[in-house]
């Protein structure tokens, strides 16, 4: 919202050499934000002159320059006449024109143009005749500013215009305009009214509100005006409650805007048009309430306000021909609506635009309109225009016939029209006011941390325009002014206190963290995961969860595998991935291929976040936007949403050890992935076994399954079955791993009891065992862990043979064992005891036999 200076000054009284800078810091202080300070952009000696001599001189190109000296007395430092060359015909010598002289200053589309002495058409021109189109203040280009024309004769002898007069502060170039961005619950700050009343807010300067004049009451017999809305979406209020319309007749709209409108227009970033429009937006930006003038010659009685019907279409003003929603409101004429005039608080169209030089009466709509059927019908049809952004934040409906009162008297007293006395106001509001909202009075300081007395919080409130009632003990009940729709609440009166006060009284306190709170187990266990990962030497990456179907295939993914029914995005960014991904490993394998493609050699990536696990049966109910959908239908909604669990993935190639002068290195394997998903474990404190498994995408002799000790499968790590390797781009022999971290973060939920640590030696005791190749050794572990008892503090593999020694089919495990107790030391025999139990239990569960 532009917001010139001078045009502010006339609804709230200003310090005298104000500036826009402190009307900024201003507004600032209360909320609103500075978007920048504008000026004129003309700088440098821009004076009065006069006209001594006028030289026509034709040229080749068939153009008439004139060739003119004019006075500028000693604005130029010598009082010689100025010779400066001037293509405009429209004045004579001995007029008083605006003269820019070399190092002044003029706005251009490109930006600043300095003027300077310079040869043209065979002469030394030092300096410009300017148009007002050059200065700024208007877009004639036909000829230059002669004075008197412009401020007319009698202004001209009043300010006593000299040769050599500074002509900026005359013609208003030194004003300065203020911008402010509206944010979409100030709405009322659309409007030089609503910015006064926040300025007045902010330094206590008084307030004129220019919506308070005397207006002529609805009669009986004014233009009949119907409001239909009997087909708005079940539970929404009616799309319009107040209709004003005014009637002026004997218009001659082909009269100019007066000067100081169309200034105003321009400096606010409009741009004039004719009388009609011009009256209509200058009212707009002075109160806040969009207008619309319609011809009344072209109009059937009476006007209808309705829903669109099926199939209805309608050329706009912006020359486009739109299909009609059946939710969009129209303004319509005829005894049953059948010609469409206008989107109702967006744009008009074409069949009743008022036309200068034909057009003679003319007929002005002020009327409210439901906020959210506005900005629908405004998004649907991708029009924003300077009416619906004020209407689809809010506009005060008891502005109305105000607004239409100052439209007419603007049209009567500019355009020559006559005001006719019938008037009609259709006021179909529930309230002619906002519903009252209560509130504890204590609740301002409870929730800011601010004393506000209890007299200081209704003084802030009816500063606003609130009516504020005590009721009982520490009650208040305060109803809203009605160019407030965003205080709904006693949280919103809240923020108004603290606001009016000003936000600088609230000290910056830096909050105490409470027992019990902080981070959840799952943010610590993800974070701790990351750490581990990262401290292993790989890398987090993040990718996009997006998918397509081809993913699968080139994953070799089987037909009926669950991974395949993945969520189909109803508006995906991308028609080539409309799927949500059901695991992670679909979408890490483009991050690799893209790292290696850019020159990394060996890379080693992992990635924590949600996969989407549709539950294809369960449907939501898409309720409507009227109203709030009750608690079942919410419910149903919530059980709809699909599972989304966290997974980890780990996805590698390249060498694991970089051969050098110190070895040949080794690349990348199973093991490796493998020793990273224990580390995820370990690091949650959650034993997992492995397990051969045969799963796509993975080798069939090279994947193992992690299970927790009761079977709950954790995940899978392996390498890349070779044509899925080729499929994606990756380099050979690529290996990969995903787990599910919420099985590992549930396992991992739990308390532990610390033991002391023990300072008695350990006692370490090796055994081999013959075991059919078949026989994991994982499983033969377990059974020694089992059989040897508490005294067992570690177990670890060693050795394995495979040879002459043994059975063709059997192989030799050597484990090493080690013993420690927690109160002594071991004896030998206690340990051989223990030992002796351990090989007992594998004899019996696998048939070991001890080398």
């Not at 810091?25 to 934000?33: C, H, N, Q, R």
């Not at 100081?260 to 429009?277: C, F, Q």
């Not at 003679?360 to 998004?379: G, K, N, Q, Y």
Request: net charge negative; hydrophobic share 40%; charged share 25%.
């Amino acid at each position: 919202m532009r917001v010139p200076v001078d045009w502010l000054g006339e609804y709230v009284e200003l310090p005298q050499d104000v500036t826009g800078e402190q009307i900024a810091a201003a507004l600032v202080s209360v909320g609103l934000e500075e978007e920048g300070l504008h000026t004129s952009g003309v700088g440098g000696p821009l004076v009065v002159g006069r006209v001594l001599e006028k030289h026509p001189e034709p040229q080749k190109n068939g153009r008439t320059i004139n060739w003119c000296q004019v006075d500028v007395a000693d604005a130029n430092g010598t009082g010689e006449p100025q010779g400066i060359v001037c293509g405009a015909h429209n004045f004579e010598v001995g007029d008083l024109v605006a003269v820019i002289l070399p190092g002044g200053v003029l706005p251009t589309l490109q930006g600043p143009m300095t003027i300077s002495a310079r040869k043209t058409y065979g002469h030394v021109s030092a300096g410009m005749i300017c148009s007002v189109r050059e200065l700024g203040i208007g877009d004639d280009h036909e000829g230059i500013i002669v004075l008197p024309r412009l401020l007319g004769h009698e202004q001209v002898e009043q300010l006593g215009l000299t040769p050599g007069d500074d002509l900026v502060g005359v013609l208003g170039l030194d004003r300065e305009v203020v911008e402010v961005n509206v944010t979409p619950d100030r709405g009322y700050c659309f409007s030089i009214r609503g910015i006064a009343r926040e300025y007045s807010h902010a330094t206590g300067a008084a307030y004129r509100d220019p919506a308070d004049l005397p207006v002529d009451p609805a009669t009986g017999d004014g233009y009949a005006v119907e409001l239909r809305d009997e087909h708005r979406p079940h539970g929404e209020v009616p799309g319009c409650d107040r209709y004003v319309a005014r009637v002026v007749r004997g218009l001659d709209l082909t009269r100019q805007t007066p000067e100081w409108m169309a200034r105003r227009l321009t400096e606010a970033g409009m741009r004039p048009i004719g009388l009609a429009v011009d009256v209509t937006n200058y009212v707009m930006l002075a109160l806040g309430q969009p207008l619309h003038a319609f011809d009344l010659a072209t109009l059937d009685s009476p006007i209808v306000v309705r829903r669109a019907r099926a199939g209805e279409r309608l050329r706009t003003l912006d020359d486009v021909d739109r299909e009609l929603d059946p939710e969009d409101l129209l303004i319509t004429c005829g005894p049953d609506g059948e010609r469409i005039l206008a989107l109702a608080g967006v744009m008009g169209g074409e069949d009743g635009e008022v036309t200068p030089g034909t057009t003679t009466d003319v007929l002005i709509e002020s009327a409210h309109f439901d906020p959210r059927t506005v900005a629908r019908t405004s998004r649907r049809h991708r029009l924003s225009s300077e009416a619906a952004k004020r209407f689809e934040r809010g506009v005060d409906p008891a502005v109305a016939a105000a607004a239409a009162q100052l439209a007419v008297d603007l049209l009567v007293e500019h355009g020559g029209g006559t005001a006719d006395p019938a008037i009609t106001d259709r006021d179909e509001r529930p309230t002619t006011g906002m519903a009252p909202i209560r509130m504890e009075v204590d609740l301002p300081t409870r929730y800011v941390g601010v004393d506000y007395p209890a007299a200081r919080v209704v003084e802030l409130l009816e500063a606003i325009g609130c009516d504020v009632r005590a009721e009982g003990e520490g009650m208040l009940t305060v109803v809203p002014p009605t160019w407030r729709p965003d205080l709904t609440d006693a949280p919103t009166l809240v923020e108004e206190v603290a606001r009016i006060d000003g936000y600088d009284k609230i000290p910056s306190v830096v909050p105490r963290a409470t027992g019990g709170r902080g981070l959840t187990h799952a943010q610590r266990s993800r974070r701790a995961v990351a750490a581990a990962l990262a401290g292993s030497g790989l890398q987090e990456v993040l990718t996009y969860p997006f998918v397509g179907e081809s993913r699968f295939e080139e994953l070799a993914l089987p037909a009926d595998d669950p991974r395949r029914a993945a969520l189909r995005l109803a508006n995906p960014l991308s028609d080539e991935a409309p799927l949500m991904r059901t695991e992670l490993l679909q979408t890490l394998p483009e991050s690799l291929r893209r790292n290696v493609s850019r020159g990394s050699r060996d890379v080693a990536l992992f990635e924590i976040d949600t996969v989407t696990l549709p539950d294809h049966a369960a449907k939501a109910p898409v309720p409507g936007v009227g109203a709030r959908p009750d608690e079942e239908t919410l419910a149903t909604i919530r059980a709809a949403v699909p599972a989304q669990p966290w997974h980890v993935a780990l996805m590698a190639a390249g060498q694991a050890d970089r051969a050098g002068w110190w070895g040949s290195g080794r690349h990348v394997d199973v093991t490796d992935v493998a020793a990273w998903a224990h580390a995820v474990a370990d690091t949650l404190g959650v034993p997992v076994r492995r397990r051969p498994a045969d799963r796509a995408p993975f080798h069939p002799g090279r994947c193992v399954e992690l299970t927790l000790a009761d079977g709950t499968t954790v995940g899978w790590a392996g390498e890349l079955h070779p044509k899925v390797v080729q499929r994606l781009g990756l380099p050979d022999r690529t290996a990969a791993a995903e787990l599910d971290l919420e099985v590992l973060l549930r396992a991992s939920d739990h308390r532990t009891q610390a033991r002391p640590l023990s300072t008695h030696p350990t006692a370490a005791s090796d055994v081999a065992l013959v075991v059919p190749l078949s026989t994991r050794y994982g499983d033969v572990e377990e059974s020694l862990r089992a059989g040897a008892g508490d005294l067992l503090e570690a177990i670890e593999l060693f050795d394995v043979y495979v040879g002459d020694q043994v059975g063709p089919d059997q192989q030799s495990l050597a484990f090493r064992m080690h013993f420690r107790a927690p109160d002594r030391t071991l004896t030998t025999e206690e340990v051989n005891t223990a030992r002796d139990a351990a090989v007992a239990r594998a004899t019996q569960d696998h048939g070991a036999a001890q080398r």
